[in-house]
Antibody
Framework: EVQLVESGGGLVQPGGSLRLSCAASGFPFGDYAMAWVRQAPGRGLEWVSDIFGRGSTTYFADSVKGRFTISRDNSKDTVDLLMNSLRADDTAVYYC??????????????WGQGTPVTVSP | QTVVTQESSFSVAPGGTVTLTCGLSSGSVSKSSFPSWYQQTPGQAPRTLIWSTSIRSSGVPDRFSGSILGNRAALTITGAQAHDEADYFC??????????FGGGTKLTVL
């Protein structure tokens, strides 16, 4: 059974940093790309970042480019999202999502339960 | 900036059929946009329903179907049930590193 468990969310001041982590199980982690998708309170979903199975290729939404970094450790089956220079509009629930293949592919396959991030003074 | 458009809300009677759509602010949605659909109930993570226009994810009942209607992607729910009441989001793949969600449709079953 595929499981994705996010951690690391919390309250952070504007301009601060936070590292989210996602622990995966139930599938050969290194064979699949992973993504982060966020949802601001009462709002829709927004794709944030992707990383290919070996970590060789990463993508970022324009809204986070230059501020967020994505990485993975295939020996520990984890994927991290390091968020710097956080702003109020980064406040959201952040979902870790499994992709359907080694590269990102066209859709989001399986979703974790999410971890909330609040950026506020 | 490309915007993916969805109806903000829709209502359907129990047992009825409803079609939700997903379009582009400029241009047409086609199979090459690989539209996918997700269902989200309050307080829960999204669940993948449909990918690559019309392929149902594992465990999704065949009451849910996807298609292209004109210049939009479509999600059709037949025989709507009370537990289908949820938010429905589409995603379009617009190129390497570009996945854009629609704003979502709130479906009410009553």
């Amino acid at each position: 059974e595929v499981q994705l468990v996010e951690s690391g969310g919390g309250l952070v001041q504007p301009g601060g940093s936070l590292r989210l982590s996602c622990a995966a199980s139930g599938f050969p982690f290194g064979d699949y790309a992973m993504a982060w998708v966020r949802q601001a309170p009462g709002r829709g979903l927004e794709w944030v970042s992707d990383i290919f199975g070996r970590g060789s290729t990463t993508y970022f939404a324009d809204s986070v480019k230059g501020r967020f970094t994505i990485s993975r450790d295939n020996s520990k089956d984890t994927v991290d999202l390091l968020m710097n220079s956080l702003r109020a509009d980064d406040t959201a629930v952040y979902y870790c999502v499994k992709r359907p293949g080694f590269a990102s592919g066209s859709y989001f396959d399986f979703w974790g339960q999410g971890t909330p991030v609040t950026v506020s003074p | 900036q490309t915007v993916v458009t969805q109806e903000s809300s829709f209502s359907v009677a129990p047992g009825g059929t409803v079609t939700l759509t997903c379009g582009l602010s400029s241009g047409s949605v086609s199979k090459s946009s690989f539209p996918s659909w997700y269902q989200q109930t309050p307080g829960q993570a999204p669940r993948t329903l449909i990918w690559s226009t019309s392929i149902r994810s594992s465990g999704v009942p065949d009451r849910f179907s996807g298609s292209i209607l004109g210049n939009r992607a479509a999600l059709t729910i037949t025989g709507a049930q009370a537990h289908d009441e949820a938010d429905y989001f589409c995603v379009l793949y617009l190129g390497p590193g570009i996945w854009v969600f629609g704003g979502g449709t709130k479906l009410t079953v009553l």
